[in-house]
């Protein structure tokens, strides 16, 4: 089992630029796919971007692409959500989540383990 904590929570301006990140502890992070996914008021949680366990491979919404940078640090058992250009529509309570299964992105429903969440505002 793995609890994950997120951090990098903030209120930032059109254009600008935030990471999250999400440090794991228990069980080796290697050991999972990782992803973050957000949620916005009224509005179901939305995958955003996967990770593989190497860290090789990565999936992006289309939305985000071009954008946003998901990337992994396993020796220092953490995740990092790059997050450039924001625009208001990125505002959302962002989550890191892992799962056991080797196969990127997915709904929020496949993921097993869950960290609580930090809030991105992004105003215009």
């Known amino acids: 089992q793995v609890q994950l904590v997120e951090s990098g929570r903030g209120l930032v301006q059109a254009g600008d630029s935030l990471r999250l990140s999400c440090a794991a502890s228990?069980?080796?992070?290697?050991?999972?796919?990782m992803a973050w996914f957000r949620q916005a008021p009224e509005k179901e949680r939305e995958f955003v971007a996967g990770?593989?366990?190497?860290?090789?491979?990565?999936y992006y919404r289309d939305s985000v692409k071009g954008r946003f940078t998901i990337s992994r640090d396993n020796a220092q058992n953490t995740v990092y959500l790059q997050m450039n250009s924001l625009k208001p529509e990125d505002t959302a309570v962002y989550y890191c989540?892992?799962?056991?299964?080797?196969?990127?992105?997915?709904?929020?429903?496949?993921?097993?383990?869950w960290g609580q969440g930090t809030q991105v505002t992004v105003s215009s």
């Open positions: 228990g069980r080796t992070l290697s050991t999972y796919t």
């Open positions: 989540a892992a799962k056991i299964s080797t196969i990127l992105g997915g709904m929020a429903a496949q993921y097993q383990y």
């Open positions: 990770i593989s366990r190497s860290g090789r491979d990565t």
